[in-house]
């Protein structure tokens, strides 16, 4: 198992060696951070709309048709002050998000308020507010106990096979391990990385609405904040107590990193960030989970992998295949099946050393009638 001597290294929230790559592109992330928040000021106004639809719904039926579904308008009632109990998450966020604005910290103002107009603005769109939905599930899969099955499923493979490679590394010198994770999400797999003792770099892509450093928010105690994940949607639902369930977040405290452990964080789109020649043979390992199919392109993905990593560097994957830009009429798309990646992988100069089938779910809701099945392609290899 991984140790780390805490008095070797420091804590760190940021890489200083990124603040000019991260500055270059100020303009476009300041104006991302502000859509993003904007978009989660919007979310109790948006929620209760559609919710409210559903009002409009009922009242269309006929007297005999209501009549048969007596409790319906007091399901609606419930799921209002579950999306307001959500709301008031957010809005802790919102209170913290001052932190991610280098330059004008007053204009991230915690009592932030937004209407439909100002959405014009910054085009919230509702692919934007089905993001964020989203991102509350991954609260569940990554730092509530009913994530524990996904979490178990798709990060043991990655930490075993990380702790297997390092395993006769002087436990003096496992400090100096470095270990990229790209599109970290919430950061609960490098979280958990780094418990295991390894030093680390947590790579957020900033192009996703997400909860920006939610290490700086969940840090009071366990089960702290509570929250409706799958109070969004009715479609396949057993019961409303399934639907109107609270999940507890965190179930660890994402602060209780050890004293002195190097865990930081920098902010931006991964080839834009890491295709700069300053990281060339930088890293010991990168971990990548659920995100080599993030790309435009994959074969850059690839290449940048290769050429950060150390000689004898490893890289271990784990993800299915579904091309995230696959069907967006103006973006580049590369979408190769599995036995091309495997190919070009091969090409750019890795040797594979071990690779299975794995299946797992992502954000699913463990009591829904509805279970999205994924084949994930896991493999660990190493720059020859």
Same mark, same amino acid.
Not at 282 to 289: A, K, L
């Given at each position: 198992?991984?140790?780390?001597?805490?008095?070797?290294?420091?804590?760190?929230?940021?890489?200083?060696?990124?603040?000019?790559?991260?500055?270059?592109?100020?303009?476009? #992330?300041?104006?991302?951070? %502000?859509?993003?928040?904007?978009? !989660?000021?919007?979310?109790?106004?948006?929620?209760?709309?559609?919710?409210?639809?559903?009002?409009?719904?009922?009242?269309?039926?006929?007297?005999?048709?209501?009549?048969? +579904?007596?409790?319906? &308008?007091?399901? &609606?009632?419930?799921?209002?002050?579950?999306?307001?109990?959500?709301?008031?998450?957010?809005?802790?966020?919102?209170?913290?998000? %001052?932190?991610?604005?280098?330059?004008?910290?007053?204009? *991230?103002?915690?009592?932030?308020?937004?209407? =439909?107009?100002?959405? @014009?603005? !910054?085009?919230?769109?509702? *692919?934007?507010?089905?993001?964020? %939905?989203?991102?509350?599930?991954?609260?569940?899969?990554?730092?509530?106990?009913?994530?524990?099955? #996904?979490?178990?499923?798709?990060?043991?493979?990655?930490?075993?096979?990380?702790? #297997?490679?390092?395993?006769?590394?002087?436990? /003096? /010198?496992?400090?100096?391990?470095?270990?990229?994770?790209?599109?970290?999400?919430?950061?609960?797999?490098?979280?958990?990385?780094?418990?295991?003792?390894?030093? =680390?770099?947590?790579?957020?892509?900033?192009?996703?609405?997400?909860?920006?450093?939610?290490?700086?928010? *969940?840090?009071?105690?366990?089960?702290?904040? #509570?929250?409706?994940? !799958?109070?969004?949607?009715?479609?396949?639902?057993?019961?409303?107590?399934?639907?109107?369930?609270?999940?507890? +977040?965190?179930?660890?405290?994402?602060?209780? +990193?050890?004293?002195?452990?190097?865990?930081?964080?920098?902010?931006?789109?991964?080839?834009?960030?890491?295709?700069?020649?300053?990281?060339?043979?930088?890293?010991?390992?990168?971990?990548?989970?659920?995100?080599?199919?993030?790309?435009?392109?994959?074969?850059?993905?690839? /290449?940048?992998?290769?050429?950060?990593? =150390?000689?004898?560097? &490893?890289?271990?994957?784990?993800?299915?295949?579904?091309?995230?830009?696959?069907?967006?009429?103006?973006?580049?798309?590369?979408? &190769?099946?599995?036995?091309?990646?495997?190919?070009?992988?091969?090409?750019?100069?890795?040797?594979?050393?071990?690779?299975?089938? +794995?299946?797992?779910?992502?954000?699913?809701?463990?009591?829904?009638?509805?279970?999205?099945?994924?084949?994930?392609? !896991?493999? @660990?290899?190493?720059?020859?």
């Amino acid at each position: 198992m991984l140790v780390n001597d805490s008095n070797s290294v420091s804590v760190s929230v940021s890489d200083s060696n990124n603040v000019n790559n991260v500055d270059q592109d100020a303009e476009q #992330e300041e104006k991302h951070f %502000r859509k993003v928040l904007n978009t !989660f000021a919007l979310y109790k106004s948006y929620a209760l709309s559609a919710n409210n639809r559903r009002r409009t719904d009922y009242y269309a039926l006929s007297e005999r048709h209501r009549a048969l +579904i007596p409790s319906y &308008l007091e399901v &609606l009632s419930k799921v209002d002050q579950a999306i307001i109990k959500n709301h008031l998450v957010l809005k802790q966020i919102l209170a913290d998000s %001052r932190l991610f604005s280098r330059e004008d910290k007053d204009s *991230f103002h915690p009592n932030l308020q937004c209407d =439909k107009d100002s959405s @014009t603005q !910054f085009q919230i769109t509702d *692919f934007d507010m089905d993001k964020l %939905r989203s991102t509350i599930k991954q609260f569940v899969r990554e730092w509530a106990a009913e994530g524990q099955n #996904e979490r178990d499923a798709a990060y043991k493979p990655l930490l075993e096979s990380l702790m #297997e490679f390092f395993k006769d590394v002087p436990v /003096e /010198e496992r400090p100096s391990i470095r270990v990229l994770v790209p599109g970290a999400g919430l950061g609960r797999l490098a979280f958990d990385i780094v418990k295991q003792g390894t030093k =680390k770099l947590i790579d957020r892509r900033i192009k996703t609405i997400s909860a920006i450093g939610i290490a700086f928010y *969940f840090k009071q105690r366990v089960h702290q904040y #509570e929250i409706y994940p !799958f109070v969004h949607s009715f479609s396949n639902i057993v019961s409303s107590e399934d639907q109107l369930r609270p999940v507890y +977040i965190p179930d660890v405290l994402p602060s209780s +990193i050890p004293s002195g452990v190097n865990f930081s964080m920098v902010a931006g789109d991964f080839v834009e960030v890491y295709g700069d020649e300053q990281y060339n043979d930088q890293w010991d390992c990168i971990v990548t989970c659920f995100f080599i199919d993030t790309a435009k392109n994959i074969l850059e993905y690839i /290449e940048i992998f290769h050429r950060i990593l =150390k000689s004898g560097g &490893l890289w271990i994957n784990l993800g299915p295949l579904l091309y995230h830009y696959e069907n967006s009429p103006d973006e580049m798309s590369i979408e &190769l099946n599995l036995e091309q990646v495997k190919a070009v992988v091969k090409d750019f100069g890795f040797q594979i050393l071990n690779e299975k089938s +794995i299946q797992t779910t992502y954000t699913s809701n463990p009591k829904g009638m509805l279970k999205y099945l994924y084949e994930c392609a !896991f493999w @660990t290899c190493v720059k020859q």
